[in-house]
């Protein structure tokens, strides 16, 4: 059981606009601590997506987004494509942990 | 941004050790707080330690507490995971990852090295 808590799946097809959420608690998301979010294709190490909740390092597509309320983030991306399809992960911190915690993870697939 | 490469995985029985070195390169090795982050077969990202810029402050998550040493050695640009006692439930590929400015996002990522913990 992870503390942030991902849908285990999400779909859509090539050009929709899909959502990923991220739902956390008062000790974490809640406490103003950042999201982070990461991509993850097969066989492959993870890679950051987006950073301190909605920022984009250079050479992720403007297609990616990410916002933050409350206790839960959101990772939206536009304009589907093929490539798109992978897992995609949550972090954040946990001061009742004092941890860095995760997101169990959502697979995206592109019908 | 730099790279990583990790290195030193392989099959161990239950109870005995192993070390990951995780080597780095491309930036300023001894600015930055880093970090190992495991992924069990099939399974999600766990966090495992991380260790600050000076080895002052450490941190483990409690799987592993106790039975793994995170260390580095800014000489060499190199950080380790000592990881004794293993477990069945250790076997993971394990990542190195560079911990961000302010904030604690990770990248890079090294390519993973795998563990596997099986009699």
């Known amino acids: 059981q992870s503390v942030l808590t991902q849908p285990p799946s999400v779909s859509g097809a090539p050009g929709q606009r899909v959502s990923v959420s991220c739902t956390g608690s008062s000790s974490n998301i809640g406490a103003d601590y950042d999201v982070h979010w990461y991509q993850q294709l097969p066989g492959t190490a993870p890679k950051l997506l987006i950073y301190r909740n909605n920022n984009r390092p250079s050479g992720v597509p403007d297609r990616f987004s990410g916002s933050k309320s409350g206790t839960s983030a959101s990772l939206a991306i536009a304009g589907l494509q093929a490539e798109d399809e992978a897992d995609y992960y949550c972090?954040?911190?946990?001061?009742?942990?004092?941890?860095?915690?995760f997101g169990g993870g959502t697979k995206l697939t592109v019908l | 941004e730099g790279q990583l490469v990790v290195s030193g995985g392989g099959l161990v029985k239950p109870g005995e050790s192993l070390r990951l070195s995780c080597t780095a390169s491309?930036?300023?090795?001894?600015?930055?707080?880093m970090n190992w982050v495991r992924q069990a077969p099939g399974k999600g990202l766990e966090w495992v330690s991380s260790?600050?810029?000076?080895?002052?402050?450490?941190y483990y998550a409690d799987s592993v507490k106790g039975r793994f040493t995170i260390s580095r050695d800014n000489t060499k640009n190199s950080l380790y995971l000592q990881m004794n006692s293993l477990r069945v439930e250790d076997t993971a590929m394990y990542y190195c990852a560079k911990e961000g400015s302010h904030s604690n996002w990770f990248d890079p990522w090294g390519q993973g090295n795998l563990v596997t913990v099986s009699s």
């Open positions: 260790i600050n810029s000076g080895s002052g402050i450490i």
């Open positions: 972090q954040s911190f946990d001061s009742s942990l004092s941890a860095v915690v």
């Open positions: 491309g930036f300023s090795f001894s600015d930055y707080r």
